[in-house]
């Protein structure tokens, strides 16, 4: 068979970050509380109750449209979708049909043979959040499942692009991408349980498409991509074919499955939402500044800091990522900033990552002390990674947290000899480290040298002593004897 090309096209819901919701003025702060605590007549969908639009969230969605290049259309509109759910009363939900809010846009996404690519958005609509089931026991085979309306009516946009990806490594970076757009615009914050969500479009070119649902979790995409694409593989190397269907994604199994359901368009009876005017935003559209966004930032990281394209990609693919190498490299930006950008995209995402760990965690200053330290040779590169563990370690148990020069003295990791920044980064060229501590003791002790030339044995013993607390205890002790004694004899001594 030939070359297999896969075609993927994503569908994005965001929570857009307001401070209330769509319709109403219920908070959107409701996770650290007790299910059906933040809701309202509106959002409950009981009867009489009217929505009232919320100017923040359309806002925000704007400035997403204006971000992704996207026209705002001069009039869009709500539209109900009905259709029955537990997780929405109402039985319909207030979304944007045949008038989005904005259309044609794009997102540059690094390709896979590493140029820029970019990605078209078909369409950005605005729309409320349904509530939240939560399964007693598995999806399958639960007892019962309970409803929590604190999400019904959270303002999402949905952003719907292109079959323009053609691997699951595409998708992940169009999601990273536009994630971190998202988060430089100020609208949507993706620490936040069940921010995004996606459903997915996937075909082998020639075959029917399949749709991949209710991928909850951003780490879940490219998984349940390379799921479907096999399934699909498979089904066409054995000579059979892709059936046009609607699969969910199981996220604990990794595997997506046929859904029972299979709803068409027709089915939800779309309309015009009664209660709601359409809107004509573009002259507000037209207002609204844009701030500095992820392209413009790496340009600007490898013209201001001098770096590399994949360390200022790395670090400006996250807004806290990019903030946080602002702040370290903030006293001493020509210094600071090439052992911070190596340090921070080549060593700390990844000890973050093991820890499932926020860079919000990480002391700014306390990075800054390591990276001192390590520029002016006082510890190893070896030992800054064990000093990094504590540090990261203290915060994430909560101790009381030290400092890196602190940390460095309880794990005696002081190196022996200060070396200047050059050497400290090619340990090789450091001159042998005991030869330099004999010369000091030396230097130091002339009166034990002047006892061990008189025939003192007490005095050799002494140097070695010397040596031993010069080094750490770092050097073998039989070397030390050898080089020692090596030394004496040239001096004659
Ligand atoms: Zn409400």
Known sequence: ?????VIVGLEVHCQLDTKSKLFCGCSTDYRSDGPNTHVCPVCLGLPGAMPVLNKRSIEYAMRVAKALNCSVLTESEFSRKNYFYPDLDKAYQITQYDKPLAEGGYLEIESDEGGEKRIRITRIHVEEDPGRLVHMGTTERGKYSLVDYNRAGIPLIEIVSEPDMRSPKEARKFLNKLRATLEYLSVFDSEKEGSLRVDANISIKGSERVEVKNISSYKGVEKALLFEITRQKSLLRRGQKVDRETRHYLEARGVTQSSRSKEQEHDYRYFPEPDLRPLHVQAWVDGIVLPELPDARRERF??????????????????????????VVAADPKGLAPPAATWIADTLIGELNYRNMSIDAVDADGFTELLTLLRQGTITDKSGIEVLRVMLDQRLNKQSCETPAVIVERLNVRK???????????ASIVPNPILTAITEVLTEQPGATEDFRKGKKGAFNFLIGQLMKKTRGCADPAELNRLLKEELTKKGV
């Open 302 to 327: 490898i013209a201001q800091y001098g770096c590399s394209l994949n360390h200022a990609r790395t670090l400006t693919g996250e807004l806290r990522l990019a903030n946080f190498f602002e702040k």
């Open 1 to 5: 068979m030939a070359e297999e090309q």
């Open 416 to 426: 022996v000899i200060s070396v200047s920044l050059e050497q400290s980064l090619s």
